[in-house]
């Protein structure tokens, strides 16, 4: 057994410094100005110890992962689906596929309730959960050939607690789908930049593709130099495009990007992965990662201050403009994608399984990927919170609150305590060059302007147009790659589904199946999409109130196969590791459920919204945000299905996490009764590095492969 050398003791004893004192400046800073940098430091932090220390953990002592077994990507390589990528690759994919729109959107509504309220569920949520959910998941779906969560949950809980997995998940994945597609047509719709930058970024991924596996196969380093040096090019071409002849060539109406978003969605579900999947969504983590590093790096140069309050009176009252609720349960459900998200765990049990070289990875892409995405999170709460509080509340508020007038939207506004001028609004909305920013609900416009503060405070503030357009594109490529592995994710769980009833479906990668199954998930999400673009109060938009708890619902659903599989495989001892997070996830979504079904509070519960529309229609009123009396019908339509399906969707998680407590309790009384859907050992031949780095002992394991000798194994 190693011991610790004292450089080592020193070095991590100075990370641990420096995240504690992140820690203390920000519980303990009340009334004075705090700078955003503790933020930063407490975060990166508490990320360091929590990878070093608790990931290595659970890896090797609880998973007890194993480099000598073949992965799925390994035995039933095909090309298509089944494909071993190198780690660094599909790392890249990974982050990609699961950083959406949460991330970016969820902190930024949430900071209506302070700075620290989001910053401890974010860094804690993500070490305790978030990343140990997407990592679990990555290893048991690893060790069964890629399966599904939904199928995984049919196979080790039964087929009644199964079919409810298998029924919420893919329900929740359409509605999943549905928002961030809406949110990437929302940020492209009339860009011209942003259009061209991103539609560049599919040719450049086919060229990197081919690279890698005809031109120069392994030159994952030449590779990532042309893919970085192209995307540059391409984000620079954009807004020349934008400001040349060709830019009404490459302005889309909504209805249009929605054909193109569902052609794309389709073509990425079944070309092989090799091809376009993996190669775009290692070409967008580059432009990711990188704005995230350059705004971290920002704040450091800069020391912007926190302008919003630690805590807000909304934290109490529950009353806020932004979303209404009190802190519990809503900012657990708002903050979704960063802390825990069950989005995530169709993304480890989909793609990710199939393609991923060695079980000892599992740490770095589904942990460290989730650490990764963390970062985006706070960076986002950052961005928001070091924003006037005033321009916070003005652009996040509904018209219907503040009005359309800066001046309505000052003494709105400083109603609540936030004092801004009329003339600040103003100089705002000119600085970026928009026309207003009343009312730009959403969080990503907040988080540009954001963005833009941080970056012109370096650059110069002439720059702040510039960083606030780049912002709005590099929101809608974050989102674009989730929406893609997710189509791709969604087809596998309707071929799982589907292969229990006829079962050459149960072949992935069987073409009439990809085929039939990739049109009816892009068709499903495609309808819904395109009639919330069409109708204001129709498609998505009628689920989009349900986006955040059907995201954290579904994280009960895999915490809960996680814990079942833990007890099932002998691990009981350690199934704390993922059941104190089910126990958690389950109390905060089940009671955000209770409220949206049965407040009595018009802004929270559905039924109750119900009855204020419907009572109004009948004595032939017209209330906000309804416009015409058909307006307000389909409010009530709404609002019966939202509390409809909240209660089926809540109902459903139940029904798993009872099931899953039945087969653990059962397992512990009569183990011999328990089976598991493990596929058979087989000894691997590939040899490759568990983490971004070799070590020294990979590095000669390398060398001996390459050699064509064995290497002394410990």
Request: proline share 5%.
């Amino acid at each position: 057994m190693r011991t610790a050398n004292a450089r080592t003791i020193v070095i991590w004893t100075l990370v641990a410094l420096v995240g504690a004192s992140g820690w203390t400046v920000l519980a303990l800073s009340r009334g004075e100005e705090v700078s955003a940098a503790w933020m930063v430091a407490a975060a990166l932090g508490t990320y360091a110890i929590a990878y070093r220390f608790y990931a290595k953990f659970i890896a090797y002592k609880v998973l007890k992962v194993d480099k000598t077994r073949a992965t799925p990507a390994e035995r039933l390589d095909n090309g298509i689906d089944f494909h071993p990528t190198d780690r660094r690759v599909l790392l890249g994919h990974h982050f990609a596929a699961i950083a959406g729109a949460g991330p970016l959107v969820g902190p930024v509504l949430a900071a209506q309730m302070g700075y620290l309220p989001g910053t401890i569920w974010i860094i804690v949520g993500v070490i305790f959960a978030g990343a140990v959910q997407d990592m679990v998941v990555l290893f048991f779906s690893t060790r069964r050939d890629g399966r599904s969560l939904g199928q995984m949950a049919r196979e080790e809980i039964g087929p009644f607690g199964g079919a409810a997995a298998l029924l919420a998940a893919f329900a929740i994945m359409i509605i999943l789908l549905g928002v961030l597609a809406l949110v990437v047509v929302n940020a492209l719709a009339a860009s011209p930049w942003g259009t061209f930058s991103i539609a560049m970024t599919i040719p450049i991924a086919l060229l990197m593709g081919f690279y890698l596996r005809v031109l120069r196969p392994g030159r994952v380093a030449e590779v990532s130099l042309i893919g970085v040096a192209l995307l540059l090019l391409a984000l620079v071409a954009g807004r020349w495009v934008a400001e040349s002849s060709w830019a009404d060539t490459f302005t889309l109406a909504p209805s249009t990007l929605v054909i193109w978003l569902v052609a794309y969605g389709f073509i990425a579900s079944i070309l092989p992965v090799w091809m376009l999947l993996a190669p775009r969504d290692y070409l967008s983590t580059f432009m990711k990662i990188g704005t995230i590093v350059l705004l971290a790096l920002g704040v450091v140069m800069a020391l912007p201050t926190l302008k919003m309050d630690a805590v807000t009176d909304f934290a109490s009252r529950g009353d806020g403009p932004v979303f209404a609720g009190s802190l519990f349960p809503f900012v657990f459900i708002t903050i979704a994608c960063g802390a825990l998200s069950g989005f995530h765990s169709l993304i480890s049990s989909g793609t990710t399984p199939k393609m991923i070289q060695k079980e000892t990875q599992v740490r770095m892409i589904g942990y460290g990927s989730m650490l990764m995405e963390s970062s985006v999170a706070v960076m986002a709460l950052v961005a928001a919170s070091i924003i006037d509080p005033g321009l916070y509340f003005a652009m996040n508020a509904p018209s219907g609150v503040i009005g359309t007038t800066v001046e309505n939207a000052s003494q709105v506004v400083g109603s609540w305590g936030y004092q801004i001028s009329p003339a600040d609004l103003a100089a705002a909305a000119e600085s970026v060059e928009e026309s207003t920013l009343l009312s730009r609900t959403g969080g990503a416009p907040t988080l540009a302007v954001g963005v833009s503060q941080i970056f012109s405070e370096v650059t110069g503030s002439g720059l702040k147009a510039f960083w606030y357009h780049f912002a709005i594109m590099f929101e809608a490529l974050f989102i674009l790659t989730a929406l893609d592995a997710g189509t791709r994710v969604g087809r596998f769980m309707l071929q799982d589904t589907l292969g229990n009833i006829y079962r050459p479906f149960k072949n992935v990668s069987w073409k009439p199946g990809l085929v039939i199954t990739s049109a009816i998930v892009c068709g499903l999400w495609g309808y819904f999409l395109w009639v919330g673009v069409h109708e204001p109060l129709g498609g998505i938009n009628q689920l989009f109130p349900i986006f955040g708890i059907s995201n954290q619902l579904l994280a009960a659903v895999a915490l809960a196969v996680c814990t079942t599989l833990l007890v099932k495989s002998g691990r009981l001892k350690w199934a704390w590791i993922t059941g104190i997070p089910l126990a958690w996830d389950a109390t905060v979504t089940l009671t955000a459920s209770w409220q949206k079904v049965f407040s009595s509070d018009p802004k929270v519960g559905f039924f109750k919204q119900r009855q204020v529309f419907q009572d109004a229609i009948d004595r032939g009123e017209i209330l906000p945000p309804a416009k015409t009396m058909d307006d307000m019908h389909t409010v009530v339509t709404n609002s019966t299905v939202d509390g409809v399906l909240s209660a089926v969707l809540a109902l459903l998680i139940v029904v798993v996490i009872v099931d899953a407590t039945r087969v653990c309790v059962r397992h512990i009384r009569r183990p011999a009764l328990s089976t598991l859907s493990e596929a058979p050992y087989v000894e691997s031949k590939i040899v490759a590095p568990a983490g971004l780095f070799p070590t020294r002992e990979e590095k000669e394991e390398e060398r001996h492969a390459a050699l064509g000798t064995a290497a002394p194994r410990d």
